[in-house]
């Protein structure tokens, strides 16, 4: 079964999960009586239409080997990352795997930053030595980009396992792919998350292939969400192609995170329009299978959302869309225009702790 048949039986499956519980309070829309406001609106379709031009212009300038190294595009799972943005708060923290252009955009990351440390360059998020994989943001909250498949997830267990024990009220949402769900750290993490009633979000961002494994070819449980059910977890699957439904998952997930309730797996349907990387031929999938996922592009339902609720004109969106790939190509300026990191720099920001309390010598 392809990922947009499960989409289609969305809501069919929900369990464990309070389903009156309202999205984050939005006054704004409130007085409306509407659920989301324009803001939230116009603050999705540019941070979705500001990934999704920022990686096409990626996509272009590896292919010119501007960029090198790996480099894994997030097109066609914006609203994963948009819609997740919009129901958290400044304080709450995001971790994901090497996919991970889209959440920092997301979160308020300088395209500019960004762009450099695709190219390696000294004014990149990290200095030119992180690379695509590996963008940080402290001040946005974003604690990486990590390579190692499903690595990221007790990592995420521990961001919450601080804000719990330093009482900030705070969550962490930890975000992987299909494929990762099938590693131990996964397992190991909800199992203690539970135990320990962590203030944590678990995502699985499913969009149907773990490089060219498609989950149903590896696994014998095709409802990923239910793997949560094994620690008592609640959980649930998400349209992933609605930041609107998104939205809604991750604000009751963190709602019941910051009550002390504990953590929530969900599993967001996505897809993937691009390869796994950029050096995949995908032969594993049809070209008519990607073209159906176009159809129900997120950003394309999103415009025609807010034209349809009368909320922007045609020209406003377009003039976001300029504004966007103005932001875009200064980023690229930027990115040319800066230095790479001087040699020595290969021996400064390494791990060293001199008082570390468990080496003897
Ligand atoms: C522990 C480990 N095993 C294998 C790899 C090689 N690898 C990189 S990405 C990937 C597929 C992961 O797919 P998925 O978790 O579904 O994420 P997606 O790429 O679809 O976002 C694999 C096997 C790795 N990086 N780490």
């Known amino acids: 079964m392809f990922v947009w048949q499960l989409i289609s039986q969305l809501g069919t499956k929900n369990r464990d999960m309070p389903t009156t519980t309202k999205a984050k309070k939005d006054s704004a829309a409130d007085a409306k009586n509407e659920e989301f406001s324009k803001e939230t609106y116009v ?54 795997a090497y996919r991970d252009h889209g959440h920092p955009l997301a979160l308020g990351t300088d395209p500019k930053a960004l762009m450099a440390e695709l190219y390696g360059k000294e004014t990149g998020t990290t200095k030119g030595k992180g690379g695509s994989m590996h963008i940080f943001d402290k001040e ?15 990592l995420g267990a521990g961001l919450a396992f601080a804000e719990k024990y330093n009482k900030t009220g705070n969550v962490s949402i930890s975000y992987m792919g ?24 678990f995502v699985i961002e499913n969009n149907g292939y773990a490089m060219g494994t498609s989950v149903q070819r590896s696994s014998n ?40 309730e504990g953590p ?21 999938r049809s070209k008519d299978e990607v073209e159906q996922y ?38 690229v300026k930027f990115a040319e225009e800066s230095k790479f990191p001087d040699p020595s720099e290969a021996l400064t920001d390494v791990y060293v702790q001199t008082d570390y309390p468990f080496v003897l010598d």
Not at 63 to 77: A, E, R, S, T
């Open 294 to 331: 176009k159809q129900r592009d997120p950003i394309e339902i999103l415009r025609q959302t807010i034209l349809d609720k009368g909320l922007m004109t045609e020209q406003e969106l377009n003039a976001i869309d300029e504004k966007i790939v103005g932001q875009v190509e200064e980023s």
């Open 221 to 260: 449980v095709t409802e990923l969400y239910t793997l949560g059910e094994a620690y008592d977890m609640p959980s649930e699957p998400v349209d992933g192609m609605s930041p609107e439904a998104v939205h809604r998952a991750v604000a009751r997930a963190a709602e019941r995170a910051r009550a002390g």
């Open 43 to 96: 603050y999705w379709y540019e941070s979705m239409v500001l990934m999704r031009k920022f990686e096409e212009k990626a996509g272009q300038l590896y292919g010119m080997q501007k960029i090198k190294g790996f480099c894994h595009l997030y097109i066609g799972q914006e609203a994963c990352a948009s819609g997740s943005v919009s129901a958290l708060r400044k304080g709450d923290k995001y971790i994901t």
């Open 264 to 284: 929530t797996l969900l599993e967001f349907r996505t897809y993937r329009y691009k390869g796994h990387s950029m050096s995949d031929p995908q032969k594993y």
């Open 140 to 154: 946005v909250g974003f604690v990486g980009g990590h390579g190692i498949v499903g690595a990221q997830v007790p």
């Open 178 to 201: 299909d494929g990762a769900v099938r590693q131990g750290a996964f397992h190991e993490a909800l199992n203690l998350a539970m135990l320990w009633k962590l203030p944590a979000i």
